[in-house]
């Protein structure tokens, strides 16, 4: 998460999120909680969360109420809900239409979906650079990973099936990264998702080294999305 401190313009999505609840009284659920970010910001705001992950460190990190739960069948009844959030979360998920009806499901009526996740494109600059670093260490990406498998327009399609009325608000940036470690950082955390051997780190770091030393900084565009579904 690192590499966002250099984000221009630097944003802050927690209160964003906030505001698209307002109208959307009674108990939130943000399901793929994470560490917590937007759990901690709604119930600084005076709302009554329940955080749900399906990593026990994670529902942890969030602070109790939480539940260590799969998305695509949560320990809730229909219709406990106003609210619910899944925030840059449903590409982790196998089948995300199901994690959708299940949120759906959740919520009573006039209830308030939030999702969050990236559109085609959205650091493009980072995979280019993953692939031309596995190339210089003899390894091959796969084409696609995990957010491309859910992108911004599948979302909102899916969600349309689910809900009468969708906003779309779409979220651009550009980051420049002025020292290599971040960059590392951030393509070392997505290694998991592609299966490439610690070789390509090296080739990562040269690379990116290179770069700032000729340009200055590494620059990538960020392009993500909120849909506000009710």
Known sequence: MSIYQFQEPRRDFRPLVTAFLDDAPGLVVDAGCGVGGYTRALRAAGR??????????????????????????????????????????????????????????????????????????????????????????????????????????????????????VQRHDMLSSVRVPEPEPVVAFIDSTRSWYGDSPAVLPQVRRIVTETIEREGAFTFRTHSGFLVCR
Not at 59 to 66: C, E, G, I, L, T
Not at 91 to 119: F, I, K, M, Q, W
């Open 48 to 165: 009554d969360v329940v955080a749900v992950d399906l990593s026990r460190a994670m529902a942890a990190a969030a602070a109790p109420p939480s539940a260590i739960a799969d998305i695509t069948a949560l320990p809730f009844a229909g219709a406990a809900f106003g609210a619910a959030i899944a925030l840059h979360m449903l590409y982790h998920v196998p089948d995300p239409r199901a994690a959708l009806r299940e949120l759906r499901r959740v919520l009573r009526p006039g209830g308030t979906l939030v999702v969050s996740t990236n559109a085609l494109g959205d650091k493009a600059e980072l995979r280019d650079l993953h692939a031309n670093a596995a190339h210089a260490a003899g390894e091959e990406l796969p084409g696609t990973g995990p957010a491309d498998r859910f992108h911004l327009d599948d979302a909102e399609i899916a969600v349309g099936e689910l809900f009468e009325s």
